[in-house]
């Protein structure tokens, strides 16, 4: 996706809710804030990738900051939050017609939970109150048959994975695609390193994702969504030779829809106007859509 | 009032909600936003009024817009629509026990008219749907009985009006000051010149402000809110005078907290947090607080 005008404020919202996260001194919250404005002045062009726009100004906040990973403590908690919600999830596919359905609504609504933008939450408990209410929301937009198909028939599926709790539910979803096509062979991809509130190897290694992929492969560097061109040549391989690429959340779509990797299953929760009509999608509804 | 970090990307969010209104050309919108984010860039600093950032960020949008009145459109509606509604104020008005009471709130009301930032509407008519509720509502902060007493015994008393739309409501306040002290001397004041959607010399004259007040003055130049070096002679010497200054609106909280001047009454609706917390008061009430 290309940057939006509204993107801007935007990624200065985020960076500013990250500061507040990181800091409390008052020089350095100013020293972010006018280093990110100033990068923001030289690099926006609504010809780029908006993706690659925030991942420069993340990095100049960082640094600033001198913080590798402001948004550790809130990660660690969505994890436990989404963990505490996974009983309910398992309570919901074993009721479930169609498992596999039910557990990417579920991952889906895992996506609802991100911090520092407009339609994400301000806190990682707000997903206890919200998770039933989304549940009844279900589907605002359904590839899943047309995703099932393609499923039915992969030998390699890659999955992109978004956010710290999310990432909870995405183990659910993992052990789902697996049942429904055994013969798969599952990759999953997280971030090379930490950034906003992604999921990393390290996530992936306490959820012992082992048990339900086949191997987990990251992004290689600090970027949001993918930077295409520091991508890992493991990463690059797996890629070409997938049958069908899921990614979950904003950002991988910023990232994959600049590419021509097909076919490519988004499932996401609409959470800003700029995405959603990228996507020609309402805003603030689960969706699963396939570019075939 | 100090500039916030919120204030940053709510300004830039003004902006493009400006550009949008002024221009289609591409170009010119990424030469607004670059431009935009690299005086911010240089202009940010904690202990530095928001008002006078954002007078400086609006001036540098306008003159790359070439545009000198981007609002305008918007702001002859917000008049049209207001005037629509002086039927139920006056009914209003006429049913209540306490006439200029029942003026401040609609004249606060009027206030919740204001556009390109979150806690605004997005359109003219909204305030049509909304009013009644507003009314309900009430004041959710209120020194009127204390500003009452100081009108009471006060000769001389300057209003400072906000944006177009709540003006058409100032009218009918202006006059309800006066009913309720025949013996002031009242002074309206409205912008030098067009910024964002604030009443001018203009809407006075077109909505016969000589019905109602003594004399109306201007800020004398361009800026948000009243920028103290460059006020005209005769609205120094008013103010120096003034047994009671009333402040519609949010800008005018932004430069005059940064004064002296008292007695002072803030009319206002709280639309965004930055305000809201200086002035400790909770988000989206409708306010009458006095600083004396």
Redesign the interface.
Known sequence: MKIQ??C???L??RV?FE??QSTKD?KT??KV??????L???L???DECSAVIATEVHRIAYEVLGDKDPYRHLKDLSNRVAQSLVPRVEELIKKSDDPLGTSILCSIIGNTMDFGIEGGSSHPDMLKDLFEKYVSDGLGYDDTPRVKVLLGKAKRVVLFADNCGEIVFDKVLCRELKNFNPNVFLSLVVRGESIISDATMKDTDELRFDEVVDEVLTTGCFAVGVDFKRMPDDLKKTLEKADLIICKGMANYESFSETRYHPIAYLLRTKCTAIANSMELPLNINAVKLYQ
Chains 1, 2 share one sequence.
Do not use: G, M, R, W
Request: aromatic share 4%; net charge positive.
């Open positions: 005008n509204e801007v404020p935007c200065l919202k500013i500061v507040e008052k919250k100013k804030i006018k280093n990110a404005c100033k923001l002045s030289e926006y062009d609504p």
